[in-house]
């Protein structure tokens, strides 16, 4: 395997770069990391920061994107840490109503114990990470609209393709100030993913949605997996003689905890900000976008919870789609409050005309100002049907059976053009990948639970103004309710997609057998095909024009914030980035203050003995008895549970490991904090704070509770 690089981007990035007004305000790319050598000494990091730009080195590069989130490697034997939640999907993967281990956890005591994850479940480690924005803005320039984005498409798929000539590697392009640069990002993928030790659920997940994004917080949020490839140590998939991965590095857990003021820092990919974005699309997320996204999410929520409360078949089967439900609504109605708390919109309005007034005096006006104007146009624009898109959107994300024939039939159609032409996602490196999603639809699927989903989303579509109707639509489903009822009765009574093996034959068949089958559903997705093309035409259009224009928006936005001495880094995009700050207590409001370390007292206190503060009597017995030598609070002599931050973090970056001074692992990042939920769209240092998991917690369960002591050793703190 090659050693993996990582380009040095300060000078490029020019204007990107400035130092912090708050040293625990950003998400840096490790390549800025750096230019901030003095406020994070200052700090209290002990390492070198030029270390921190080096992929090829620990701490970074056993920093890994696990699912949509973040874990690391914290043995030479591929042992990987991530929260319970980012790993629930596995562990509901293995689950059953014989044996459920959502609710009672697992743990392996020898390797051939270990579960298979479910078949499309990744790991990523990066190993490169270079700008190409000249090779990409060169092939774009001079064109407009889709043909603008096209062009962007078509270089990206080639660079891509060229870079995962080497085995084994997932390659992307990705932007950062929203078009003014791009970036090749290399990452080695592993397919073989195992469950390993998961705490129960009232362990995992004590306080579920009543604590979610609450402080204080008592719950163990940590899963234990472990990666493996095959003999010849390439990546495989999941297969008996397999062998665990060694990576090149991973973290050492910390034998000592932490305590107030302590410096901390976090490596992760936290997933999308919008810290950017215009002074429009502020009033747009708050006045539109996150109220009614969370009222057509409570329907759905509604749907499966209602179903499940008779089928506990059927419960678990949408347990991690429920679960994701419920913390997708939380946290955005947290982030509704927390931006009219902060009065967002009219903070960065007030941002924004004062940065076009400093824009007019200065000599690059006349050639921005024009292109700042298009994009409020653009935006403007795209609103008109906003509802339709979500409705549209939701109905493909949250089935299962409509959204395999929807592939199916979208597969199809690409197979007929050459594979650099084909659609993002529905190459030939990307088939794979089809078949792990299509395989597990077995046990995420219930047809009286999808019905029910499409009805609630299709009612509320079929209420939608002529203006945002879609012809395909509704020749597909009806206008009326009862035509609706009658055609999804027909409909699922009929297809045969509910078989794995069907789908799977689906998969293998010629686009011709495809396009022309009579399997019910199949027919359904090539009537919505056509609309679904021109919609993502029409998308694509819009998004060409945005990538074209937003560069001189952010052009501005950077040399004006910089003026300022504000800090500068490219919104999250799922790419690794680096934050660091302190533990740190909070002033939620008036009179009200939180410290930053919870203990095992806290889960007592909160204990009823019915859902969601029903912790299991082992644990409860373990804490009366009290033995926590080698893991209490050296102080206090108590246990700690979850400890608070001031990091500055986001989705995504669940499961992120949070390290000490030394670059030690303390803790595992799990949540935000209800005041501090808004901070993807503004940064407000009073309030945003980090939830994490104390590893000293972790290890006393997997130590006193839930033996694992061969995890522990393996891990180099062995039990006590």
């Known amino acids: 395997m090659k050693r993996p690089t990582f380009t040095l981007l300060a000078a490029a990035l ?15 790319m490790p390549s800025q990391l750096p230019s901030i050598a003095k406020p994070l000494r200052e700090a209290g990091f002990q390492g070198n920061p030029a270390e921190l730009a080096d992929l090829t080195k620990a701490p970074l590069n056993a920093v890994v994107k696990v699912g949509g989130a973040t874990g690391s490697f914290i043995s030479d034997d591929g042992l990987v840490l991530t929260n319970h939640h980012v790993a629930f999907g596995v562990i509901q993967y293995n689950s059953n109503a014989q044996r459920d281990l959502i609710q009672n956890g697992f743990v392996s005591h020898e390797r051939a114990e270990e579960l298979p994850a ?39 798929k080639a660079t891509v393709a060229e870079c995962e000539r ?26 073989d993913l195992r469950l390993v030790y998961a705490p129960p659920r009232a362990i995992g997940n004590y306080g579920d ?33 397999n062998v665990p991965y060694h990576p090149p590095a991973h973290l050492q857990v910390a034998r000592d905890g932490v305590k107030e003021g302590d410096f901390v820092m976090l490596a992760g990919y936290p997933g999308i900000t919008y810290r950017h974005r215009t002074a429009a699309e502020f009033a747009d997320q708050v006045q539109w976008r996150l109220p009614t996204t969370v009222e057509v999410m409570q329907q759905l929520e509604h749907v499966i919870e209602d179903t499940g409360r008779d089928d506990r078949q059927a419960a678990i089967r949408y347990a991690s789609q429920l679960q994701s439900l419920k913390n997708n609504i939380k946290r955005f109605q947290g982030e509704l409050d927390g931006l009219k708390r902060s009065d967002a919109v009219t903070v960065r309005r007030k941002d924004e005309d004062a940065m076009l007034a400093w824009l007019a005096a200065q000599p690059q006006a006349s050639k921005l100002r024009p292109q700042i104007d298009q994009v409020g146009q653009l935006i403007a624009a795209g609103n008109a049907t906003r509802e339709r898109d979500l409705l549209l959107g939701m109905m493909q994300t949250q089935t299962q059976l409509l959204r395999s024939a929807i592939v199916l039939q979208r597969l199809a159609h690409e197979r007929g053009r050459p594979d650099a032409q084909r659609e993002a996602g529905y190459q030939l490196r990307d088939e794979e990948l089809i078949a792990g999603t299509l395989r597990q639809v077995q046990r995420r699927y219930d047809p009286a639970v999808e019905r029910r989903l499409l009805t609630a989303l299709l009612t509320r579509y079929q209420k939608l103004p002529d203006t945002q109707r879609v012809p395909e639509f509704d020749a597909a489903f009806g206008r009326t309710s009862e035509a609706l009822s009658h055609k999804l009765e027909q409909v699922y009574g009929a297809t045969q997609l509910g078989d794995e093996a069907a789908r799977l034959g689906w998969l293998k068949a ?57 800090a500068v880094y490219p919104d999250a995009n799922a790419t690794l980035r680096v934050s660091y700050g302190k533990v740190t207590p909070l002033k939620a409001r008036d009179a009200v203050t939180y410290e930053p370390l919870t203990t095992t007292a806290g889960i007592v206190e909160k204990n009823t003995g019915a859902v969601p503060f029903d912790a299991p009597k082992p644990l409860l017995d373990a804490i009366a008895k009290g033995d926590y030598e080698g893991y209490a609070e050296a102080k206090t002599q108590q246990m700690p549970v979850d400890f608070l931050s001031n990091l500055d973090t986001t989705g995504g970056n669940s499961g992120s490991p949070v390290l000490n001074a030394k670059g030690e692992l303390v803790g595992l990042n799990f949540d935000s904090n209800w005041e501090a939920v808004s901070a993807s769209w503004m940064f407000d240092p009073r309030y945003k704070r980090a939830i994490h998991v104390d590893l000293r917690y972790m290890r006393w369960l997997m130590d006193k509770v839930y033996p694992a002591p061969q995890l522990l050793k393996e891990m180099g703190v062995p039990a006590r």
């Open 14 to 28: 020019g204007l990107a770069i400035a130092i912090p007004t708050h040293a625990d305000e950003g998400m840096w």
């Open 118 to 156: 479910n078949p499309d479940f990744r790991l990523r480690v990066t190993t490169g990470f270079d700008r190409i924005s000249d090779k990409v803005l060169a092939a774009a320039k001079g064109k407009t609209g889709r043909a603008y984005f096209d062009a962007i498409d078509a270089i990206s």
């Open 166 to 191: 080497e085995s084994g590697m997932r390659c992307s392009v990705v932007n950062m100030f929203y078009g003014r640069d791009f970036y090749l990002v290399k990452q080695l993928e592993l397919r």
């Open 209 to 241: 949605e009543v604590d979610n994004f609450v402080w204080p917080r008592h719950a163990g949020d940590f899963t234990l997996l472990r990666a493996y490839v095959g003999p010849d140590g390439k990546p495989a998939d999941y297969a008996k003689d």
């Open 510 to 566: 010629d686009p011709a057998t495809v396009a022309k089958s009579d399997d019910a559903l199949l027919v359904v997705a090539a009537q919505l095909q056509p609309a679904l093309l021109r919609m993502e035409d029409e998308r694509k259009s819009h998004e060409g024009d945005l990538l074209r224009l937003r560069p001189g928006y952010m052009d501005a936005l950077i040399a004006y914030r910089q003026k300022q001495g504000r």
